[in-house]
């Protein structure tokens, strides 16, 4: 009997930003496939008697490759288990959701996307920063520094003259060469930027400053995001520099329907 495999996103980070459903597809699941950036706390919730795999990928190291994932869910799910795929963010914003779908598609296995809070939405809103607002950025960019080889580059010029806020993820240490690319594309120097390191976690650190700015601007542990816009400029500086504290222990949470989904 074939089983079912679930593309869950766990968030940026804070476990409290788990959603219902992905809490109770890991609490029922009997084999877990996880990102490195998922938090243990997360990871807890997996019950004993599953399999678990990290099949993460970080900072272009790479443990496993796409299509030994590819294979291992297809596998697990071909052997009836209820595998939960376990993205950190979102799965469908640069998580690779496109190429695991594709995969599970051409081998006629059942699937199913659970979304997730994508990592710009939990920085922004733990740094206090309005991705829109109006007359200030009625647009939102998301886009990465960090492109596969062989694809083609993006089209800066285009994107930032659309006046929207840019949300630059997987930006690296390569401040002058972000800083450079968004002059050149007609960004005034003096628009504010915000770099804000390990969102939602009790890691994080942020830092606002400029584009002028940026190239000397402190280089923090990845993950980190890259904020860029008028927006910027809103952004409270009191709430912008306190910690990110979760008080909730999700493991302890026994309100959640523990029936298993179909």
């Not at 109770?24 to 019950?47: F, G, S, Y």
């Not at 799965?91 to 190429?99: D, Q, T």
């Not at 059942?110 to 990592?119: F, L, R």
């Amino acid at each position: 009997m074939t089983g079912k495999v679930y593309l869950v996103g766990a968030g940026p980070g804070d476990p409290e930003l788990l959603t219902l459903k992905a809490m109770r597809l890991l609490r029922t699941a009997d084999a877990v496939l996880h990102d490195d950036l998922v938090a243990p706390e997360i990871l807890q919730l997996i019950p004993p008697t599953a399999q678990v795999h990290n099949v993460g990928k970080r900072c272009g190291t790479k443990k496993i490759r796409q299509e030994e994932i590819n294979f291992l869910m297809i596998a697990l799910a071909d052997s009836g288990l209820r595998v939960v795929r376990l993205k950190s963010g979102d799965p469908l914003i640069f998580g690779r959701a496109g190429e695991e779908i594709e995969a599970l598609r051409a081998a006629n296995i059942p699937y199913e996307v659970v979304p997730g809070v994508t990592s710009a939405l939990g920085a922004a809103a733990a740094s206090a920063i309005p991705l829109t607002r109006r007359r200030a950025s009625s647009a939102l960019v998301f886009i990465t520094a960090h492109r596969a080889e062989g694809s083609e580059a993006a089209d800066w010029a285009r994107l930032a003259g659309s006046g929207a806020t840019l949300v630059i993820y997987m930006p690296g240490q390569n401040y002058p060469e972000i800083a450079g690319k968004l002059k050149a594309a007609g960004v005034s120097a003096d628009t504010p930027c915000a770099i804000v390191s390990q969102a939602t976690t009790r890691n994080q650190r942020a830092h606002l400053t400029t584009i002028a700015e940026l190239s000397s601007a402190p280089r923090f542990p990845s993950p980190t995001l890259l904020m860029v816009g008028k927006v910027v400029r809103f952004a409270d500086p009191v709430s912008f520099a306190q910690p990110f504290i979760t008080a909730v222990d999700v493991t302890a949470d026994t309100t959640v329907n523990e029936e298993p989904i179909p």
